[in-house]
């Protein structure tokens, strides 16, 4: 690398980290700014919680300790909820981490490849055993959050918040996206989140089922695989790379 | 054919853009966020594609920096150009890639023959790599770097010279620049070869928060003085490609239009209609 170019950037660099004064400042703004504007793009619910002024406080906090790394925005703040959870402010919004990972996986499934679900015959068939199995389509996203998060989440979809009081407990939360512009935005319970889960890791469908079946005996797991397929939760295994 | 002005593409304007009638009517879009896998994003991009022309402006690639461009950023232009057969493709003359981190901004370098040569085989690596030229950016200024070498517009001439890229000229940049650091925009446009510029941007500014430095802020209509230096550019080179661009406060598709329009007629010289 030339040197005295790399010297310039760094001293440059080093500025901008600098208490920035005047041009530099300038600089600094457009730094932050962008950092700050791309994650709270990631994060509109954390954003609506919190309030604009709030938010952008606790931006910059998070962009001076995890700056992005690439130049595509669209994904940062990959560490945010992770970060959440670390703030000594965030114990009066205990929610408010598991809220930051239903805004990531949100953004997640929306920017994630396209690919033609399996179909629910077809994957009723493959539940059946008188087919292949499935695979997970690659814009599913899911997770099991202790607390009620993904019901806040829903409730700040609309224009005007609902309001809420949802019962504290343990829920799960799915995105599925079949097209390009639709997107399924439902809570799931645990067996439907460990078939998922099952799948993510590696089961065939066939053991997937049994083990949430075995855990589950009160929960009709066929009924929940069919709910999953009707929202474009799979893909036939030839489909994968299509 | 007379090139065409066209505009910065929004989400928000997707219907509007798709069913607009406008003759020429083109899209600029950042590259960097398009590179993604997929979802409504790109499918917007193809849908937009299959009607209008569209223009691939990137701001992530570090071309001024002392590295080489990073291979997957690259590889991800190289699919957006594949997928889009974009019209222009364009970056700056800038960095914003150090050591591991990405700085959402376009900072300058000071124009030394060792920039120039590092500059000039970054642009070769990705001309290389798309199979195609791309257009460079002059940069907006605030501040004055020491131990410059070559004047702006010389460094950008010689910069083409050497590379093959084409130049695209920001006349706001040149503006808030000249404001900023105290020399005349006017000058500086008839410095630069008209042979080698392939597109034109225009955007607002606004004053920082002290009253004295200009920013390209993007978030305020096209300032009166810039449209006089973008019409005696024009007049002086020819028509080019020029794109109106707004990043912050975006206004409705019409009112966008409406400067698009302005644009449109100076192009095309009809004085009347840009008056």
Redesign the interface.
């Known amino acids: ?2 040197p ?3 010297q ?3 001293s ?2 080093a500025a ?1 980290d600098g208490t920035a004064q005047g ?2 400042a ?2 600094r703004n ?2 932050f ?3 700050v504007e ?1 994650l709270r793009a990631n994060f509109p619910v954390v954003d609506q919680i919190l309030g604009a002024e709030m938010f952008e406080h606790v931006a910059v906090d998070f962009v001076s300790t995890c ?9 940062y703040g990959a560490e945010f909820a992770d970060w959440l959870t670390h703030q000594e402010w965030v114990g009066d919004l205990p929610y408010l981490p598991d809220v930051a990972r239903v805004d990531r996986l949100h953004v997640e ?6 690919r033609e679900p399996a179909s629910p015959e077809e994957a009723m068939r493959a539940c059946s055993g008188t087919s292949r199995s499935l695979l997970l389509h ?2 599913i996203r899911f997770s099991w959050l202790s607390t009620p998060a993904m019901s806040i989440w829903l409730a700040h979809q609309g224009p005007v918040p609902s309001r809420i009081a949802p019962e504290w407990k343990p829920e799960g939360a799915l995105f599925a ?1 079949p097209s ?2 639709v997107i399924h935005a439902p809570r799931i319970g645990p067996a439907a989140h460990r078939i998922l889960s099952g799948m993510r890791f590696g089961e065939t469908l066939g053991t997937s089922m049994a083990s949430a079946t075995r855990l589950y005996p009160h929960e009709d797991c066929v009924a929940i695989f069919a709910s999953l397929a009707n929202l474009g939760a799979f893909i036939a295994p030839d489909s994968e790379r299509s | 054919m007379i090139p065409a002005a066209g505009i910065g593409f929004k989400p928000r304007h997707y219907h509007e853009a798709l069913t607009s009638p406008a003759a020429g009517l083109w899209f600029e879009v950042h590259a ?2 398009y ?9 917007m991009l193809d849908e937009l594609r299959s009607r209008r022309q569209i223009s691939l402006h990137g ?4 071309l001024a ?3 080489e461009p990073d291979p997957g ?1 690259l590889e ?1 232009l190289k699919r957006l150009v594949s997928r889009f057969e974009p019209a222009m493709v364009s970056e700056h003359l800038a ?11 376009l ?4 124009r ?1 023959n ?2 120039l ?2 500059c000039t085989a970054n642009i070769a690596r990705v001309q290389d790599a798309l199979g195609r030229q791309i257009l460079i950016e002059n940069p907006t200024h ?2 004055a770097l020491r131990d410059h070498s070559w004047s702006e517009t010389s460094f950008l001439s010689e910069l083409a010279r050497r590379s093959g890229c084409g130049l695209l000229i920001d006349v706001n940049n040149v503006a808030v620049g000249a404001h ?1 650091l105290g020399f005349d925009p006017g000058k500086w446009l008839e410095a630069i070869p008209g042979t080698r510029v392939g597109e034109v941007h225009l955007a607002g500014h606004s004053l ?1 928060t002290e009253g004295t ?1 200009l ?1 390209d802020s993007h978030d305020e209509p096209i300032a009166e003085d810039v449209w006089k230096l973008y019409e005696a550019f024009i007049a002086r080179i020819g028509p080019r490609p020029t794109l109106i661009e707004r990043d912050g406060n975006v206004p409705s598709f019409q009112e966008l239009m409406r400067e698009r329009s302005r644009a449109q007629a100076l192009l095309s010289g009809d004085l009347a209609l840009a008056a």
């Open positions: 690398m030339p005295e170019l790399l310039f950037q760094r440059f660099a901008l041009a530099i300038v600089y457009t730094v700014h962008g950092a791309a700056p992005p790394r690439v130049p595509v925005l669209a994904l499934s929306l920017l994630s490849a396209d690659p814009a996206r390009p512009f | 960097e966020n590179m993604v896998a997929g979802g409504p994003r790109l499918a701001v992530g690639m570090s920096g002392a590295a950023h991800a960095w914003s890639r150090l050591d591991g981190r990405c700085f959402p901004d900072l300058p370098v000071p030394t060792e920039v040569a590092r605030y501040l900023n920082d430095l920013i």
